[in-house]
């Protein structure tokens, strides 16, 4: 195999992986817009991007993880672990 195969199934694995990524990150806010459905009458948002994430009450940012819910926190967790996911989403709000 030469190097211009190589890089050309480089790109394809590439390829494949990205695809992962976007539906792990399709299906990161589905459970987020459940989550927020769920607790609606609190008035969450969540946002993401530049290498962080966030929920807000009332437009107001959340900076104690610990005053979340379980089932949120344990989504900022999974955040942390796939922080790849960030570069496919932003703000996820009720609605949208």
């Given at each position: 195999?030469?190097?211009?195969?190589?890089?050309?199934?480089?790109?394809?694995?590439?390829?494949?992986?990205?695809?992962?990524?976007?539906?792990?990150?399709?299906?990161?806010?589905?459970?987020?817009?459940?989550?927020?459905?769920?607790?609606?009458?609190?008035?969450?948002?969540?946002?993401?991007?530049?290498?962080?994430?966030?929920?807000?009450?009332n437009d107001e940012i959340?900076?104690?993880?610990?005053?979340?819910?379980?089932?949120?926190?344990?989504?900022?967790?999974?955040?942390?672990?796939?922080?790849?996911?960030?570069?496919?989403?932003?703000?996820?709000?009720?609605?949208?």
């Amino acid at each position: 195999m030469n190097f211009t195969n190589e890089l050309e199934e480089l790109d394809k694995v590439y390829t494949v992986l990205e695809r992962v990524e976007e539906k792990v990150a399709q299906r990161f806010v589905v459970e987020v817009k459940k989550m927020l459905a769920k607790y609606k009458k609190y008035n969450f948002d969540f946002t993401c991007g530049n290498g962080t994430f966030f929920f807000c009450k009332n437009d107001e940012i959340i900076h104690d993880e610990e005053k979340l819910p379980k089932d949120m926190k344990e989504l900022c967790t999974f955040l942390e672990d796939n922080d790849y996911i960030q570069k496919y989403i932003s703000t996820i709000k009720l609605g949208e």
